[in-house]
DNA sequence: CAGAGGAGCGCTCAAATGAGCAGACTGCAA
DNA sequence: TTGCAGTCTGCTCATTTGAGCGCTCCTCTG
């Protein structure tokens, strides 16, 4: 029975062929096929996992009036779900990316899986857009910009300094290091930037591991749904709490808004508002997202007039 | 595609109804399925675990001379072997044992796997062969009896003695405690017997563990190869170090010979020797045991003529 | 702009396959 | 032994499927 099912599903010989070979009717292979397959002894499995869903992607992209959207379909736990977003991130930049572009890197769990399922890429420079954050070097922000600048041979131009410091003054002086204002300098050239999505309500964001209850409960109140390069954003897509960015090592608003090609990786319907809101922003011109998220999208009033394209 | 493969692979519904269901032709369904095998979306895996191969059991079976062999399929480590070959076991058991025999089990890896798999049987009763051994109470030859007992409802009959002592007077004590007395009575009406078999050589035994380096090196030099409900048998099939049973609460050699039906259940090639001692030693006649093993016995020289049967 | 090259599509025809059926065999009881 | 029920086997016939071919459309290049 293994014999026959292996040589008929694996080598994709057929039943007649098998009979022959094996001295047995046709009807006896049938029936010894019928058989694997009740007894689980051939199991057939359909992982649609990474396929892209064209339809959906491109509703998504009506819906928000982005210039594309990548929807991939992906199940499993949150973990689970990052890898799929952050591969399909990655065939998206080395599909599209064109050589002598500068590419700019925020952080996150998303772009970490991203990093790690980079192919080659065309020959760009890479800069890490906002300072460094957490305690795992495996996920920091350098680590990621280190292994994109890998894939594509380019140079690369990490930030070696936190991202959230107590006070203006400290981020200032930060942004005056030469290595600092040498990246700083470089967001102005930034072609292409790729982004994970925070949202603070619900909570979902790295971002929010490194700051007091306090003053998380402030900024709450005045209207933070998502960030982005921790820059904080409204469900209206402003600006809220420029007194938290004085306070940051990363990319400005309006020089983020200024990059033509912004890639936004984000999965999961609880992020659904926060990707709204930095797309009205103007923060995010693509979107690679799960199917899950996508649907959720789908179910927010349109950004653009669906009669559009 | 994907909504193509389900259809074809999971609902079973002919490519041309596929077709015209969805509006396209026939060999366009007929595409995306070819697609989606050779991208992975759909996977067909043949798991042979667990199944008899018929052929390599009588071959076995004709080999060592027994009244039956039970050869199953198993992949993966030690202990995905062991619950295969136990399940096997529990098999077997659950088609051949006949209500009112009376069921004698050792103890070991397997057989707790066994006890584990164990299907309703017919009402028997259910002793314990030896002393109990180990520190792990999941895995003690109590355990194994009282889940048996627990499937053929008779009466189990554990032995609450350790399966070896420091000198015979301690052993013999314990034979004469009512209890243990009562189980050792049983034996001569035991009908089934179940071990597991343990080697010395290579060192593959559980009874290894309670013995001193001093002795066990002894021990092997008198020709120590398998063990059996700790009776410690030569590759000639002869029983040696009598003066170890003197200290060990167990089954005699020649009450365990008379038993009529004795299966041993025992995977990995390793063990290959060991079986065949086990066998010349008349304390086996029947084997449930892995392709690997089975196949490390045929290797070995007949200890049966062929001719026969 | 013309033409080469390649990918995708659907056709024909022969081969492969499944459904259903009738005969053969086995086990069991009378 | 006979008869019965259940299972297994291989048949016929209609349907499904795959191989190979030519067509069309698209893209790239000179």
Not at 55 to 80: K, T
Not at 128 to 157: C, H, N
Not at 247 to 270: D, H, L, S
Request: hydrophobic share 45%.
């Amino acid at each position: 029975m293994v014999l026959v099912a292996r040589r008929y599903y694996v080598d994709d010989i057929s039943k007649v062929q098998i009979a022959q070979d094996l001295g047995l009717s046709r009807f006896k292979v049938a029936r010894l096929l019928e058989q694997a397959r009740s007894t689980g002894v051939v199991t057939i499995t359909i992982d649609a996992d990474g396929l892209v869903d064209a339809e959906l992607s491109a509703r998504v992209c009506r819906h928000l009036g982005l210039d594309a959207a990548v929807v991939v379909e992906a199940s499993g736990d949150e973990n689970a779900v990052r890898r799929q977003v952050g591969e399909a991130a990655a065939r998206l930049l080395g599909e599209t990316l064109h050589a002598g572009e500068v590419l700019g890197l925020a952080w996150g769990r998303t772009l970490t899986a991203m990093s790690a399922a980079m192919p080659p890429l065309p020959r760009v420079d890479v800069v890490q857009l906002t300072g460094a954050i957490g305690g795992d070097v495996e996920e920091s922000p350098v680590e990621i910009i280190r292994r994109v600048a890998l894939r594509s041979g380019g140079s690369a131009r990490p930030i070696f300094a936190p991202l959230v410091v107590d006070d203006p003054r400290t981020a200032q002086a930060l942004r005056r290091q030469p290595d600092v204002a040498a990246a700083l300098r470089m967001f102005d050239s930034v072609t292409t930037a790729v982004v994970s999505v925070g949202s603070w309500d619900p909570p979902n964001s790295q971002l929010l591991r490194t700051i007091s209850e306090d003053e998380r409960a402030h900024l709450l109140q005045v209207g933070v749904r998502a960030e982005v390069a921790s820059l904080l954003v409204s469900d209206e897509g402003e600006l809220v709490a420029p007194d938290f960015q004085d306070r940051c090592v990363t990319i400005g608003f309006e020089q983020m808004r200024a990059i033509p090609r912004k890639i936004a990786a984000a999965g999961g319907a609880p992020k659904a508002r926060a990707v709204a809101a930095i797309v009205r922003a103007g923060l995010c011109t693509e979107l690679v997202t799960d199917r899950a998220l996508a649907e959720a999208l789908l179910q927010l009033p349109a950004l653009a007039s669906t009669t559009a394209s």
